[in-house]
């Protein structure tokens, strides 16, 4: 379906019902009731508290839940079904927001004075996703820890990150934030079937360009890898990240957890039928012979020679392309060489 990245709805996994429209499928958005849909959120509570150890991250706020650039692989899809929607389409169409987030965190951030968290926004589900255009709750949870100087983390893939540079400005005179700009591929016959309402390649780099050229430390985040489809592109987005001014970056090996299995199954099927059995090949030599490996510690690098491999290239051109950028940048040496998910970052 044109704009959207999953192919159908897979059933709940909650539900004891499911319902399926037996009727001809059609390509209008109109006709498939294919809309997007926004659906407030009044919870009481924004802040999380994340226990992972192999994060390294404690405190999240994410304004969204659902997110319409649709990509294929996010991990993010299953966590819809807790709301009792499906993780295929109702992901990319039905997004939940929280129109008191900022007060909200307000009201958290004075409970914890004068004590300081680092605040990671869109740990689940990117926080510039096209209706921030719209409602700019993103922009108010900053403006929020802006009052209060408390150090906040972004990583998203939308270059309308670049809207708030006079509130993220502001935050660098305390060194009190770090953005990470996600860049999957540079081929954009790939994002568009596999990210189709995302910035493209070019946006996001130029993104990078833009923050790194107003002094705001900037990252690139190369996820997820998909051996097979993108595993290639690595040296070329380093060094471009690199060129753009990058100054640290990070990388997650896919793995197809939850929906997310028959959602991506689905997606090569129809998108690239000759490279279906060869990528999930890879990806299984990755998680020890399946599609998924949930263990604390290397569900997000993989193990075995493919992933030891994309470790290895992956270190060879941060190295060469990326570290020589963090004297350019307000780096502190205690950021230096750690990723996004290295404990304390």
């Known amino acids: 379906m044109k704009g959207r990245g999953a192919g159908f709805n897979p059933p709940n996994r909650f539900d004891k019902w499911h319902y399926e429209d037996l009727l001809a499928e059609s390509t209008s958005e109109e006709e498939n009731g294919l809309k997007t849909e926004l659906i407030p959120d009044n919870s009481k509570e924004v802040v999380n508290y994340v226990k992972t150890p192999d994060l390294g991250f404690m405190h999240t706020i994410n304004p969204y839940r659902g997110c319409e650039h649709g990509c294929i692989y996010c991990y993010a899809r299953n966590s819809h079904e807790y709301l009792g929607f499906s993780a295929g389409l109702d992901f990319e169409t039905k997004i939940v927001y929280k129109p008191d987030v900022a007060k909200r965190l307000e009201e958290y951030l004075l409970k914890i004075y004068p004590r300081k968290i680092i605040l990671h926004v869109s740990t689940n589900t990117d926080c510039y996703q096209p209706i921030e255009r719209k409602l700019k709750l993103t922009r108010q949870i900053l403006e929020v820890c802006l009052k209060y100087k408390n150090p906040v983390r972004i990583i998203t893939k939308n270059a309308l990150v670049v809207r708030d540079i006079d509130i993220l400005k502001q935050m660098t005179e305390y060194d009190g934030v770090r953005v990470m700009i996600t860049v999957t591929t540079l081929n954009e016959s790939l994002r568009r079937v596999m990210e189709p309402r995302t910035a493209t390649a070019e946006k996001r780099l130029a993104t990078?360009?833009?923050?790194?050229?107003?002094?705001?430390?900037?990252?690139?985040?190369?996820?997820?890898?998909?051996?097979?489809?993108?595993?290639?592109?690595?040296?070329?987005?380093?060094?471009?990240?690199?060129?753009?001014?990058?100054?640290?970056?990070?990388?997650?090996?896919?793995?197809?957890?939850?929906?997310?299995?028959?959602?991506?199954?689905?997606?090569?099927?129809?998108?690239?039928?000759?490279?279906?059995?060869?990528?999930?090949?890879?990806?299984?030599?990755?998680?020890?012979?399946?599609?998924?490996d949930s263990k604390l510690g290397r569900r997000l690098r993989g193990?075995?020679?493919?992933?030891?491999?994309?470790?290895?290239?992956?270190?060879?051109?941060?190295?060469?392309?990326?570290e020589s950028n963090q004297n350019r940048q307000r780096v502190p040496q205690a950021y230096r060489r750690r990723t996004l998910f290295d404990k304390g970052y």
């Open 208 to 292: 990078i360009k833009t923050l790194a050229h107003e002094g705001i430390p900037v990252g690139v985040m190369v996820a997820p890898i998909i051996p097979g489809l993108n595993d290639h592109e690595v040296p070329s987005i380093l060094r471009l990240a690199g060129q753009a001014g990058a100054s640290f970056a990070s990388y997650t090996v896919v793995r197809l957890n939850g929906r997310v299995k028959e959602l991506f199954i689905d997606w090569l099927e129809r998108n690239f039928p000759e490279k279906k059995e060869k990528v999930l090949e890879l990806i299984k030599d990755c998680h020890g012979g399946k599609l998924n």
């Open 303 to 322: 193990e075995g020679h493919i992933s030891d491999n994309i470790a290895h290239i992956f270190q060879i051109f941060s190295k060469r392309y990326i």
